[in-house]
């Protein structure tokens, strides 16, 4: 268990719609970052925020959003989800900013399917 | 071009003997981190070991060792005594820390690390 928690495990939904996931970094980790893990695109990353700023952002759709809130954990909402949207996504923290030995620990994932 | 690169998409080795798991990586930075996370059949990911580009020695945790060849810009992991447990997807992951997307790690393919008895 690396102490990253998301919910939730598994959400099945319908074109079209919208989704939140969440997530709670280790205690005492300031980052957090999503990626999407998708058969044909492999681990993509997605954004990266430190103590509620945004840092970094990667290959982020338009539709995606994400924060991180005061207390650290994180959301990630998907818009106008398409079929292709269907994939794991993982939420990681880390203690500092992203420099040097500063690991990156992984959650369980959410799983998501569009139909 | 593939940042990071690993050839082998599938490896075999018996119970107890030591494993190879290949990785190159291309980076104009002086300054990166190379890492190998482990992701079983049930789907978490999980850190294996870390090096960084300045450091001297190759890392090494428990049964895990970074076979680091910076000059090759290789960072080959070394599983010593394979256990039925080691059979998972290995993936390789570089840090790049000279641009503005510190913090984003770009993954490998992965390998398939099957261990037979």
Redesign the interface.
Known sequence: D?GVTQTPKHLITATGQRVTLRCSPRSGDL?V?W?QQSLDQ??Q?LI?Y?NGEE????NILERFSAQQFPDLHSELNLSSLELGDSA?Y?C?S?PG?????????????T?LTVL | AQKITQTQPGMFVQEKEAVTLDCTYDTSDQSYGLFWYKQPSSGEMIFLIYQGSYDEQNATEGRYSLNFQKARKSANLVISASQLGDSAMYFCAMREEGGTSYGKLTFGQGTILTVHP
Request: charged content about 15%; hydrophobic content about 25%.
């Open positions: 690396s980052s970052y990626y492999g681990l990353f990266h430190y840092r970094a952002k990667g794991l993982f990681a880390s900013t992203g420099f040097g030995p500063d690991t990156q620990y992984f959650g369980p994932g799983r």
